[in-house]
């Protein structure tokens, strides 16, 4: 199925990078953080935003739930959230050493359907239009979508890695803050608690300009929903996984399209 230009646009805007071959990173959600290592004591801040190029922003990241969860586990709200036109700017300060794990929380987008009439391909975000008479239905979906990262004051810890086990998610095996180049990411894709096996990982560079076109990755997940990424240079990057799947009894659509980011850094040995 191809999309026009301009109902391509729409769609990606509504649930990043799934309509847009070879624009993989398409209005993709991200989380950035000022640094990946801040003292203990410190104030670190991040933007939370879509953007067609990391990290460019170009619409805020709204509606997010946004979390903490600490080197002991327990999760919080962070000290402040503002939301602004091509980002939302999250500060947060961090009291004690270890990992903290930082998320949008999940966020449900519009409701979106596209059908096919008469040989072409249309859609619509207005849920009281009705379906055009002969027209085949070609999906009904809403985007949840997720972006976390990971931030070490001095050694790193793994309470904060521990799973959601709801929703999708990209749970580390090799800790995210002590990756080098020359080594491996490894990790393990899940979906409510379940490893996806066979799915698919979209891993792209950050580069913080329109300009360079960024490094892209793909990988699959084996049997059991596991990959790893060869860091062959250091650099941020951003893993990408999606995932189709029923919506719960009373949403606004009968699947959810869910998306998931990760952003992580990689060190020179």
Do not use: C
């Not at 769609?11 to 993989?24: D, S, Y």
């Amino acid at each position: 199925m191809k999309l026009s230009p301009s109902l391509a646009l729409a769609v990606a805007a509504l649930f990043p990078a799934v309509f847009l071959p070879g624009t993989l990173q398409a209005h993709t959600p991200y989380l950035a953080p000022s640094e990946f290592a801040p003292r203990a004591g410190s104030t670190v801040t991040l933007d939370a935003s879509f953007a067609e190029t990391f990290f460019v922003p170009e619409v805020a990241f709204d509606n997010g739930s946004f979390e903490v969860t600490g080197p002991d586990g327990a999760r919080t709200v962070p000290d402040t959230v503002q939301v602004l036109k091509t980002r939302t700017v999250v500060e947060h300060r961090l009291v004690g050493a270890g990992t903290y794990r930082v998320g949008t929380g999940h966020r449900l987008g519009a409701v979106f359907r596209t059908w096919e009439l008469d040989g072409k391909t249309q859609g619509s975000r207005d849920a009281a239009q009705p379906l055009p008479a002969g027209a085949k239905l070609l999906s009904h979906f809403q985007s949840r979508t997720r972006a976390e990262t990971y931030l070490t004051v001095g050694a790193p810890d793994r309470a904060a890695l521990r799973p959601h086990g709801e929703g999708l998610e990209l749970v580390p095996l090799t800790h995210p803050g002590d990756l080098y180049a020359g080594e491996r990411f490894e990790f393990e894709v899940r979906f409510d608690g379940r490893p996806l096996a066979d799915h698919k990982v979209e891993i792209v560079e950050a580069v913080w300009t329109s300009d360079r076109k960024p490094a892209e990755v793909s990988l699959l997940t084996d049997a059991q929903g596991r990959a790893a990424f060869n860091l062959d240079r250091p650099g941020t990057w951003v893993a990408l996984v999606r995932h189709r799947a029923p919506a719960p009894a009373g949403a606004a659509a009968p699947e959810y399209s869910h998306g998931y980011t990760l952003t992580f850094r990689v060190l020179e040995q």
